[in-house]
């Protein structure tokens, strides 16, 4: 090994130019100072999610969650989706239902009787709150499933964008917004 002539501002270097000491200047090829300044860039624009696959809402983001895929449910997938229902329906400031006029159903089955399991997840980039109903009388181990086993209406799935304040998905109809 050979002292750096700087006058001892840095520690030693091996023969081969590889640090072993402690404050040696940092030399960054051309294209990783690049991706570095791009990772940065990602950082700063609050894109810290790249790479991530799940997330932890807050307590009001999942109660969000709920009340905007309780009102998907209640306009897409209920038996009573549609303009005459949905006439029926005082929406408060946030665009969402204050309360809901009808006791609904899904698949003949009262919304009342699902329970819901919540979780965050990364897609694409996006935080989303994923929300699934369970129907316990068809699905009596719901609780101890880590993936849910059952089909529509027994099961399903609406994925929530807390931040956009709209559902991106749900189980039954697939697709995205």
């Known amino acids: 090994m ?3 002539a700087d006058g001892g501002r840095n520690a030693r270097v091996s ?4 640090n072993i000491g402690r404050r040696r200047p940092v ?3 051309r294209l990783e100072r690049g991706a570095a300044a791009l990772a940065a860039a990602a950082l700063a624009c609050g894109c810290g ?3 991530r696959r799940y997330w932890t809402p807050t307590p009001d983001q999942l109660e969000a969650a709920e009340r905007i895929a309780k009102f998907h449910v209640f306009t897409n ?3 009573q989706a549609g303009p005459a229902a949905l006439a029926k329906v005082t929406v408060g400031p946030d665009g969402l239902p204050q309360e809901y006029p009808i006791a609904f159903t899904i698949g003949g089955r009262p919304y009342s009787r699902y329970r819901t399991r919540f979780w965050g997840g990364i897609t694409k980039g996006r935080r989303l709150v994923h929300v699934e109903y369970f129907d316990p009388t068809a699905i009596p181990d719901w609780e101890r499933q880590s993936e849910p086993a059952g089909e529509f209406p027994a099961f399903f799935r609406v994925s929530v964008d807390v931040a956009a304040g709209q559902t991106v998905l749900d189980s039954r109809s697939g697709g995205s917004r």
């Open 27 to 29: 030399r960054v090829p």
């Open 77 to 79: 997938l209920s038996d």
């Open 15 to 18: 023969k081969d130019g590889t």
């Open 49 to 51: 999610d790249l790479g």
């Open 2 to 4: 050979k002292p750096v």
